[in-house]
């Protein structure tokens, strides 16, 4: 193996080292701020009640939330779950809800008695969690969503 060869493999394994060390975890719940802050998007780190980490993100004049899931401690948590509350009294419909869930694979939606409709969007991240790239996906498919289930109740 000549010297160029060595120095590429090294240089290529440095680059793999470094990706990953960049890739967004729920883990690390500061790495999903770190994304939100590179976006320009307002988004504010604390605690739910059970104290695990919960982001608030502030998107178009509404917020949604993201939070923690399968963590220890409330920490080195394994997922996260985009979620949008709303209190529609009885504007949004059993039927409503229905639909969306038949016609969105990827997120859900609820609605109660009380008038309070709700939409999930689970997101198993795994011990290495993922690259910018491929979370700048998740938050678009989210993004869409949202913003879709917003105009779907009028919001």
Known sequence: MGF???LTAGAL??????????N???SNPQSIMDYYFNEGVPARLGRDSVDDPMITVRHSGSEYIIFFYDCTGGA???SIQFY??????SSVSIDMVNQW????RYSRAYVNDGG???LEYDVYMGG???????????????????????ATIGW
């Open 4 to 6: 160029k060869t060595v």
């Open 13 to 22: 394994a440095m680059l793999a080292t470094t990706a990953s060390a960049q």
């Open 24 to 26: 967004v975890t729920a």
């Open 76 to 78: 080195d948590c394994g």
């Open 84 to 89: 949008s509350g709303y209190d529609t009294g």
């Open 101 to 104: 869930n038949t016609d969105h």
């Open 116 to 118: 309070t409709t709700k």
């Open 128 to 150: 290495q969690g993922m690259s910018d790239v491929d979370f700048a996906s998740v938050v678009a498919l989210w993004v869409e969503e949202f913003e879709g289930f917003e």
